[in-house]
C-alpha cells in the first residue's frame, strides 16, 4: 500500500512538472474578452479605407523628380504593377461573391516583379511580357466581373474601353 501511494505521489509530481504554470491573474492583468465577429469586420474594413484615402494624399503630392515624371517606361511599370494589385482585390471580391470556381481563388506562382517598386529602367520587352502575363491571370476574374456589371446595369459595353 506505501509502495503505491509513493508511486501515485510521483506519478502527480512528474505531471505537475509538464504542466505550464498557471498564469497569475491580478487587478493588472485583464482578461481577454472573446472576440466579436462584428467587431473584427469593422476594424478589417478600416484598413481599405485608411488606404483608399492615403492613396487619394499620394495623389495630390507634388512628383519628387521631374525627370521621371514623363517617363513612359515608368508609368508603364507602374500601371502593371498596380494592375497586379488590383488584380488580387478583383480576386477577393469575386471569390467572396462565389463568381469563380474556388481553385481560381488561389494565385499560383505570384511574381516577384509585382512586389517591386516601379522603375523607369525596366526593357520594354520585359513591359509587354509582364503585361501579357497580367491579362491571361486576370482573364476569368474580369470575365465575371464585366459579365456581373452588364447584368446589373444593362449596359452592354460595361467593361468598354477606349
Do not use: H
Not at 472573446?34 to 484615402?53: E, K, N, Y
Not at 508609368?75 to 467572396?96: Q, T
Request: hydrophobic share 45%; net charge negative.
Amino acid at each position: 500500500m506505501v509502495r503505491s501511494i509513493a508511486c501515485c505521489a510521483w506519478a502527480a509530481l512528474a505531471l505537475a512538472a509538464c504542466q505550464p504554470p498557471p498564469v497569475p491573474t491580478t487587478a493588472s492583468t485583464p482578461i481577454a474578452e472573446p472576440l466579436d465577429p462584428f467587431v473584427v469586420s469593422i476594424d478589417a474594413q478600416r484598413w481599405g479605407v485608411i488606404i483608399d484615402r492615403a492613396i487619394e494624399g499620394v495623389q495630390e503630392a507634388p512628383d519628387g523628380d521631374p525627370a521621371l515624371a514623363d517617363s513612359d517606361i515608368l508609368r508603364a511599370d507602374a500601371a502593371l504593377k498596380n494592375g497586379a494589385a488590383s488584380l488580387i482585390v478583383l480576386r477577393n471580391r469575386a471569390c467572396v461573391k462565389g463568381l469563380v470556381e474556388p481553385d481560381l481563388c488561389k494565385l499560383k506562382d505570384w511574381p516577384q516583379w509585382t512586389l517591386e517598386p516601379p522603375s523607369a529602367d525596366t526593357p520594354l520587352q520585359t513591359l509587354d511580357q509582364r503585361g501579357a502575363w497580367l491579362s491571361q491571370v486576370m482573364s476569368p476574374f474580369q470575365e465575371v466581373g464585366c459579365e456581373a456589371g452588364r447584368k446589373a446595369s444593362g449596359d452592354y459595353l460595361f467593361c468598354s474601353v477606349e
